[in-house]
């Protein structure tokens, strides 16, 4: 929270709750694909208000022999969609219209839906780099259809931080880049608030609700005296989920997914060390021939011969490429969001199992 605060324009968002109706029900029309959409607004002394949305068009993908694969699948068109130039344009119409009807029209970032909290990828930080490089006013609103469904609205707001920007505009992702700029997994998205506002109309229409009766026929009092003895109480709901003691499956799917990610994480560990060893190699290759040639050199210059220059292993010997490590970090933040998901369904789960902890024990 301190960082966001330090390194954002604005310290919190506000998002309308007709805002929140709409990304909600765009994302668990198009679920399990990813939905996207613009988010309109206007930044109010630190508070950014987010006062209207409305979704990209879906593109519908031609498979071809020559590019099969991931990169065609409707879910990954989806998440591509904010920064592509068909979208753009009609992202652009889109809030001319809305600036005619005298309506928010200031574009304050996109919002997608994930799974399971399945958001950490490489598309998702080069969409919200296609809002912020051009407005450092803007977010990226991320629903999780997954565990909304569970009752409780999951609704977060990221940004990326200054540090990552700048390194990401140079594109080196490298060790002695990293070293040098000390970033890491956890500078490369800051969270911000998000606050849920409704409007005094609509608020005062939800008290002007009418509560449905206990039932179909209630007695009136007799006096002002027997209202203040036996005052009106809410009935009471009693509830036996919580004295389930089955595992969540979204616990389970949750661990699954951070299995998934810490085997790709180890993949991608092998891939650098498998570099760093073929680095090492053609180094002592080097080295060989540059020992030779100055052997080779202090042989001519005592036969008084021109000295043969020893700048050709740049010609004779190429260096592998550094492979990139944005990959493993955002590998590192997608673990680090699983284990955070992990913490919250254990904290339930334990419990309740230290609570017939003493049932389970064989006597």
């Known amino acids: 929270m301190v960082d966001a605060q330090r390194d954002a324009p604005f310290k919190s968002a506000q998002v309308e709750a007709l805002v929140v109706m709409k990304i909600v029900k765009h994302c668990s029309s198009t679920f399990p694909t990813t939905a996207t959409g613009s988010l309109v607004g206007m930044d109010n002394n630190g508070v950014l208000e987010i006062t209207n949305t409305f979704p990209f068009p879906t593109v519908d993908v031609v ?52 799974t399971m909290g399945n958001f950490v990828n490489l598309s998702f930080i080069e969409n919200q780099y296609h809002y912020q490089r051009d407005n450092a006013q803007t977010l990226a609103l991320v629903h999780d259809v997954s565990r909304s469904s569970q009752g409780s609205l999951s609704l977060r707001a990221f940004r990326l931080s200054s540090e990552f920007m700048a390194a990401f505009k140079e594109a080196k992702f490298t060790t002695e880049s990293l070293q040098k700029s000390k970033l890491t997994f956890k ?54 989920d919580v004295l389930d003691l089955s595992i969540d499956p979204f616990l389970e799917k949750t661990c699954d997914l951070l299995l998934d990610s810490i085997e790709a994480h180890y993949t991608d560990l092998n891939n650098h060390q498998y570099y760093q060893r073929q680095l090492t190699r053609e180094q002592f290759k080097i080295t060989q021939w540059q020992t030779k040639r100055k052997a080779e050199n202090a042989v001519r210059l005592a036969a008084k011969q021109t000295p043969l220059p020893e700048d050709e292993w740049q010609r004779l010997f190429k260096l592998p490429q550094e492979p990139s490590r944005l990959e493993g970090m955002l590998n590192a933040r997608q673990v680090e969001q699983y284990s955070k998901q992990v913490d919250g369904f254990t904290a339930t789960v334990t419990a309740k199992m230290f609570a017939v902890r003493g049932n389970l024990l064989p006597e």
């Open 63 to 114: 498979v071809t022999d020559n590019n099969q694969g991931h990169q065609n699948d409707p879910s990954s068109a989806a998440a591509a969609a904010p920064r592509a130039k068909a979208n753009i344009v009609y992202q652009n119409d889109m809030i001319r219209h809305l600036k005619e009807v005298n309506v928010d029209a200031n574009n304050v970032g996109w919002y997608t839906s994930a």
């Open 187 to 240: 500078d490369i998205i800051i969270e911000v608030p998000v606050i849920v506002h409704n409007s005094h109309l609509l608020t005062s229409f939800v008290h002007q609700i009418p509560a449905a009766p206990e039932t179909p026929e209630i007695p009136l009092p007799a006096s002002l005296d027997e209202i203040k003895r036996d005052p009106a109480r809410l009935p009471a709901h009693p509830s036996f």
